[in-house]
């Protein structure tokens, strides 16, 4: 079972360790790892999860993740302990979500009709960096048709929205009141 | 209301000259559960609780829920087209209904959209559901009377406009039948009345305006339907509409009257909700804030001062018992909520006793100082000479040897009763009303005999109609007895000419 919020915790818990020690950035580099690895279909979370596997879960984790550093290590051997073994992508989430924050980037999605170019992408990203309340932005770029014209920014459960499939919901929000719907 | 086209294209012409892009950052989230009417959404961060919020297939959602990574939104309409992954946004609105004098005569949903085929309903002003109600300062003593037109109603448990009354019993005893009648006497009264169903068959929804309809109450009247079909969530909602209403008539300096038939189905509905928003259950299951539930909804009825126009707007709530059980949890706390309650008992009622008022067990408490002086002084005794009856009435079961005082104190008794039984939809003006008491206390009815007193009453008022309306029209237009002798003589010359059925 997935709990996003035991998910958070973990991550928060795990970034306030790494800043006592001062090296959140290594911890970074090395969740992208993890988060491969955990991500499923994942064999690692298939084996962690076979009871018959249970005695050797430690040994495993520890042999696996030798290079990595030991606040990371001793957080997935606890994680794996709870049988939170598939919160760890949603755990690696919010830690760069953290880290982000922390550094005034916002990371979202652009969703357009076609690709945008390069600078296009710069454009969008420097307008709204203010506006998000960030100071730099890093998005993506999806394709998306359903928009039809125009584009949307999405970060952090905000968005700005100026496609023409909302421009059309508008117009007929105006012509349609709240209460004949 | 005719369009026509140069106006829009006028209007449209306006809008593109000023049209400004007014696109903002807003706050979504997304659908992770769904079922039963309720929505669980994630993010919405900064959402109110009590907002709508809109689904991307543009049903509205009411926000009731805020917990640590969720929100718990109510759907109000079709929840069978929201799916897991839907996109959620802010309105940063809270819910209104149209009000207004265009609904009157209207069945609407507690959304406000006709539910009667007559088409738009054509008002361009809504009230928030949910208001602070009236203030200290804002109130003003209740002083004048709300007419049921029930004998028993007026005389024992008098009725003033900005009053809270319950209505009480067990089902089958006449509740709604006291509200209907109530509402079909307030005809040319400057009053306009709104009848909330909560939770009731559509079928019997329908004959109650059939009922307003050929009495011709519908012409002051809205009806608020939320059926036993609807989704709990419109049911909650739905008294809430009602009041909203309402309160545009009052704050407008006019009178309004709203009926909730009943609330122990809307606390039902509340409590459905609220455990499938997972908050804790109580006493019956039903949720902590049930009390607030109801004292918020009857607080704004209120008769208000002067300066604000001096409207008013009466609660009849309704609330039904488990066999007589009013010690049970929701009617406890409406009863200490309301200004008085009317008990209706279903042996009463059984025993031919209709309307099934027990006057023993109901009260008005401020309704006293908004009787007329006429109904007051006839009135006045009529309760305790009730009371007395009542107690002799087992006593005297056991032997025939009663002394004079007795035997005539049980003879006015069961004149009193019938006197005070009334038939369905015949609400009776105050002035007949006074009439009739005048005479029952002054022991002109003790000669005639029981069987015959219903048509002594209806042979009465044709006679005074007839022959003496001026006795009526003081007691009407002075509202106290000015001419004694002539009410007298009125009795006395009809009482020579009625025939005894003997």
Sequence with gaps: MKNS??????????????KEHGHEEQIERELLTVRQVFSAPSELVDFLQDPKQWMNRARIIKSTFTTFSSELVKLILIMVEDHAEQDVPGMVDH??????????????????????????LEDIEAHFAKQFGYNRLALQNEIDESVIGGFKVVINNRVYDASLKAKLEEVKRKFVPLYKR | MEIRAEEISALIKKQIQYYQKDTEIKDIGTVIETGDGIAQIYGLNNVLSGELVEFENGTMGLVQSLEEDRVGVVILGSHLSIREGDEVTRTGRI????????????VVNPLGQPIDGKGEI???????????????????????????????????????????????????????????????????????????????????????????????????????????????????????????MGEEFMYNGEHALVVYDDLSKQAAAYRELSLLLKRPPGREAFPGDVFYLHSRLLERAAKLNDDLGGGSMTALPFVETQAGDISAYIPTNVISITDGQIFLQ????????????????????????????????????????????????????????????????LNRGKRTIEVLKQGLHKPITMEKQVMIIYALIHGYLDEIPIEDIRRYEGEFYDYLDAAYPQVLRDIRE???????????????TFQQQFSRSY
């Design chain 2, 346 to 409: 279903s042996d009463l009622f059984f025993s031919g006793v209709r309307p099934a008022i027990n006057p023993g067990l109901s009260v008005s408490r401020v309704g006293g100082s908004a009787q007329t002086k006429a109904m007051k002084k006839v009135a006045g005794t009529l309760r305790l000479d009730l009371a007395s009856y009542r107690e002799l009435e087992s006593f005297a079961q056991f032997g025939s040897d009663l002394d004079k005082a007795t035997l005539q104190k």
């Design chain 2, 95 to 106: 819910m209104e209904v149209p009000v207004g004098k265009s609904l009157v005569g209207r």
């Design chain 2, 122 to 244: 054509k008002t361009r002003k809504t009230r928030p559901i949910e208001r602070e109600a009236p203030g200290v300062m804002a109130r003003k003593s209740i002083h004048e009377p709300l007419q049921t037109g029930l004998k028993a109603i007026d005389a024992l448990v008098p009725i003033g406009r900005g009053q809270r009354e319950l209505i009480i019993g067990d089902r089958q005893t006449g509740k709604t039948t006291v509200a209907v009648d109530t509402i079909l006497n307030q005809k040319d009264q400057n009053m306009y009345c709104i009848y909330v169903a909560i939770g009731q068959k559509d079928s019997t929804v329908r004959a109650t305006v059939e009922t307003f309809r050929r009495h011709g109450a519908l012409d002051y009247t809205i009806v608020v339907n939320a059926g036993a079909s609807a989704p709990a969530p419109l049911q909650y909602l739905a008294p809430y509409a009602g009041v909203a």
């Design chain 1, 5 to 18: 919020r035991n998910a958070r915790r973990y991550a928060e818990a795990l970034y306030d360790v790494a």
């Design chain 1, 95 to 120: 830690y760069t979500y953290l880290i982000n924050e922390k550094r005034g980037i916002g990371v979202g999605k652009v969703y357009s009709v076609t690709h945008l170019t390069p600078h296009q």
């Design chain 2, 478 to 492: 002075s509202g106290e007895i000015t001419a004694e002798e002539d009410m007298k003589e009125a009795i006395t």
